[in-house]
């Protein structure tokens, strides 16, 4: 007799909307994940009374398949500025998208940043994601927009710095076509982060699909079509099995062989008296002097990431620098602080570092994130692309090689 219609392996973004679409078409589902608690990559603890995301990471509200969400309401987003504030040779300039910010388009364009040009060419970039993403063959985003020829200070001072803290990606060599479709999805909707932290997504998920369908603390260790072998030798039979984990544990489990790039990063987090600047904008580095790529006082976006007499400030750092060792790297970050905000960032206390080794795969597959292998279904951001719509969407297409059989 099965254990459930379907079993699912993976309680991330896609395993979660995996099962909320097999239970919608009236099936039985069972999520079977190895960790105490549902999210994934997508993860939020709690110290000091903060809330730190494992990774910064922002919920895009423009993203398609938030729509076949149970609704989000629940969650109190609160978004960003549209644009970005860069920091270049000891100034400050803000960018911002002129559609969001239509006051703000004199001051962006008095700035030695941008001009009429380069706004022009990136709506047009923008717009042309459709064009890009269809083509067959993967081209580097860096290839690319060397080729719409921005302004030097465009692209080195804002553009580039803002798609590596997106993708992840210090050579910008990510598919541009994922990078476009980032741009287009800043553009028609807000970055935004929930109260609870990012990991109230999840939670969100795991909620409306009911806990009790979800088996913590379990981990697959092979699988068949018809049944999954947990490493403490129990079997789970089903009717199908979805395999919703990221690359390498796909990989491990017999499914797609592991052969596109993953990327890192390091979040570091710090608590400071006071809030540097009041404004709810990222921070980039323009001079590229310095370990720090990008930066955001998370509590000037949700009150609620710090206690009421604190700011809690997240630091991205990128590529070798995510690699370093704390006892290397924080005294940099701190140099770099102390040359963006002056002696007062010597007084936050660094909080925690988190090293995401395998945060993001690099090149999307351009599927729909889903595939079938040995009568398995395998499913997961790195058959579609990086990033919680990715997932989201690899999750609703795996259901669906069961639900519409
Ligand atoms: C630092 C960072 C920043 C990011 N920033 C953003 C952002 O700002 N915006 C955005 O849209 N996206 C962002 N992303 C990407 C996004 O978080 C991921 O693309 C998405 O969460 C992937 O979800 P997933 O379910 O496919 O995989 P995962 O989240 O990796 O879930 C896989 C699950 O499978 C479980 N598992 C693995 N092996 C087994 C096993 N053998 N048995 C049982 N369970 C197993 C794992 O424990 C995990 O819970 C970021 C990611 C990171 C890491």
Sequence with gaps: MNDADVVVIGAGLTGLRAALEVVRAGLSVLVIERENEVGGRVRTSSERGCLLDHGFQVLLSAYPELSGLPPLESLRLAPFSSGARVRMNGEQYDILDPVRHPCSLFSTLRTPIASVTDLARLGLFTLGFPVHYARAHYRSCAEVLDQWRFSRLFRSAFLDPFLRGVLLDPSLSSDVGLAAFYLRTFARGRATLPAAGMQALPNHLASALGRQHILLNSSAAHLRADRVILTTGEEIRARHVICAVDALSAAALGGPEQTTPLLGTATIYFLAERAPYPEPILTLNGDGRG??????????????????????????????????????????????????????????????????????????????????????????????????????????????????E
């Design 291 to 404: 370990p720090i790529n990008n930066l955001a006082v998370v509590t000037n976006v949700q009150r609620s990431y710090a206690p009421a007499d604190s700011a809690l400030i997240s630091v991205s750092v990128l590529g070798d620098h995510a690699r370093r060792p704390d006892d290397h790297l924080i005294p940099d970050v701190r140099e770099h602080l102390h040359a963006w905000f002056g002696a007062e960032a010597a007084r936050w206390e660094h909080l925690k570092t988190f090293r995401i080794a395998n945060a993001l795969p690099a090149r999307p597959r351009l599927t729909q994130g889903a595939m079938t292998k040995d009568g398995i279904i395998f499913a997961g951001d790195y058959l579609s692309y990086g990033s919680h719509n990715g997932a989201l969407q690899a999750g609703k297409a795996a259901a669906y090689c069961i639900v519409t």
